[in-house]
Protein backbone atom coordinates (compact mmCIF):
# COMPACT_ATOMS: atom_id res chain seq x y z
CA UNK A 1 0.00 0.00 0.00
CA UNK A 2 1.24 3.65 -0.61
CA UNK A 3 2.84 5.19 2.53
CA UNK A 4 -0.53 8.11 2.06
CA UNK A 5 -2.98 5.04 2.67
CA UNK A 6 -0.87 3.57 5.41
CA UNK A 7 -0.93 6.92 7.55
CA UNK A 8 -4.56 7.62 7.31
CA UNK A 9 -5.18 4.12 8.29
CA UNK A 10 -3.20 4.89 11.53
CA UNK A 11 -4.74 8.24 12.05
CA UNK A 12 -8.20 6.85 11.52
CA UNK A 13 -7.58 3.60 14.12
CA UNK A 14 -5.79 6.35 16.58
CA UNK A 15 -9.10 8.70 16.48
CA UNK A 16 -11.42 5.46 17.32
CA UNK A 17 -9.38 3.98 19.34
CA UNK A 18 -9.27 6.69 21.62
CA UNK A 19 -13.17 7.12 21.30
CA UNK A 20 -14.44 3.76 22.16
CA UNK A 21 -13.98 1.51 25.78
CA UNK A 22 -12.18 -1.20 25.04
CA UNK A 23 -13.87 -3.81 26.59
CA UNK A 24 -12.39 -6.98 25.09
CA UNK A 25 -15.08 -7.23 22.36
CA UNK A 26 -13.68 -8.03 18.52
CA UNK A 27 -12.28 -4.98 16.80
CA UNK A 28 -12.10 -6.61 13.58
CA UNK A 29 -14.38 -9.40 11.25
CA UNK A 30 -13.88 -10.95 8.34
CA UNK A 31 -17.38 -11.73 6.95
CA UNK A 32 -18.07 -13.93 3.93
CA UNK A 33 -20.55 -12.83 2.09
CA UNK A 34 -21.11 -15.76 -0.65
CA UNK A 35 -19.47 -18.85 -1.10
CA UNK A 36 -20.10 -18.34 -5.18
CA UNK A 37 -16.72 -18.42 -7.52
CA UNK A 38 -16.12 -18.23 -11.43
CA UNK A 39 -12.97 -19.97 -10.93
CA UNK A 40 -12.14 -23.74 -10.60
CA UNK A 41 -8.75 -24.06 -8.76
CA UNK A 42 -7.88 -27.68 -8.73
CA UNK A 43 -7.06 -27.27 -4.33
CA UNK A 44 -10.25 -25.48 -3.88
CA UNK A 45 -13.06 -26.99 -1.64
CA UNK A 46 -15.62 -24.26 -2.27
CA UNK A 47 -16.97 -25.65 -5.55
CA UNK A 48 -18.10 -28.91 -3.30
CA UNK A 49 -19.83 -27.05 -0.82
CA UNK A 50 -24.04 -27.97 -0.43
CA UNK A 51 -25.16 -25.27 1.50
CA UNK A 52 -28.43 -23.93 0.99
CA UNK A 53 -27.94 -20.47 1.11
CA UNK A 54 -25.32 -19.61 -0.57
CA UNK A 55 -24.78 -15.74 -0.41
CA UNK A 56 -25.76 -13.13 2.83
CA UNK A 57 -28.35 -11.16 2.83
CA UNK A 58 -28.04 -7.54 3.85
CA UNK A 59 -30.12 -7.95 6.68
CA UNK A 60 -27.60 -10.63 8.34
CA UNK A 61 -24.85 -8.66 7.52
CA UNK A 62 -26.73 -5.70 9.37
CA UNK A 63 -27.54 -8.04 12.30
CA UNK A 64 -24.17 -9.48 12.86
CA UNK A 65 -22.72 -5.66 12.76
CA UNK A 66 -25.01 -4.65 15.45
CA UNK A 67 -23.28 -7.24 18.16
CA UNK A 68 -20.24 -5.37 17.62
CA UNK A 69 -20.74 -2.18 18.42
CA UNK A 70 -16.74 -1.00 18.66
CA UNK A 71 -15.69 -2.43 15.34
CA UNK A 72 -13.02 -0.82 13.61
CA UNK A 73 -12.51 -2.91 10.45
CA UNK A 74 -14.20 -5.63 8.33
CA UNK A 75 -13.03 -7.59 5.46
CA UNK A 76 -16.01 -8.08 3.51
CA UNK A 77 -14.71 -10.89 1.39
CA UNK A 78 -14.16 -15.13 2.10
CA UNK A 79 -13.45 -18.10 -0.06
CA UNK A 80 -16.17 -17.10 -2.86
CA UNK A 81 -16.22 -13.70 -5.11
CA UNK A 82 -17.84 -11.11 -2.88
CA UNK A 83 -19.14 -9.31 -6.17
CA UNK A 84 -21.85 -12.28 -7.28
CA UNK A 85 -23.61 -10.98 -4.29
CA UNK A 86 -25.79 -8.82 -4.97
CA UNK A 87 -25.99 -6.56 -1.09
CA UNK A 88 -22.41 -6.43 -1.32
CA UNK A 89 -22.58 -1.91 -2.00
CA UNK A 90 -25.19 -2.33 0.33
CA UNK A 91 -23.19 -4.15 3.19
CA UNK A 92 -20.09 -1.85 2.06
CA UNK A 93 -22.23 1.37 2.61
CA UNK A 94 -23.42 0.05 5.83
CA UNK A 95 -20.27 -0.29 7.27
CA UNK A 96 -19.44 2.96 5.83
CA UNK A 97 -21.67 4.73 7.62
CA UNK A 98 -21.12 3.24 10.98
CA UNK A 99 -17.76 4.42 10.84
CA UNK A 100 -16.05 1.43 9.93
CA UNK A 101 -13.64 0.88 7.65
Not at 73 to 89: A, R, S, Y
Amino acid sequence: FPVTIINAFKAYLNVKLSNIYLNNEPLYLDIEPTIICNLKCKMCHVPIWNRKQPNMKLEEFKSIMRNFPNLLLVKIQGMGEPIFNKDLIGMITYAHKKGIF
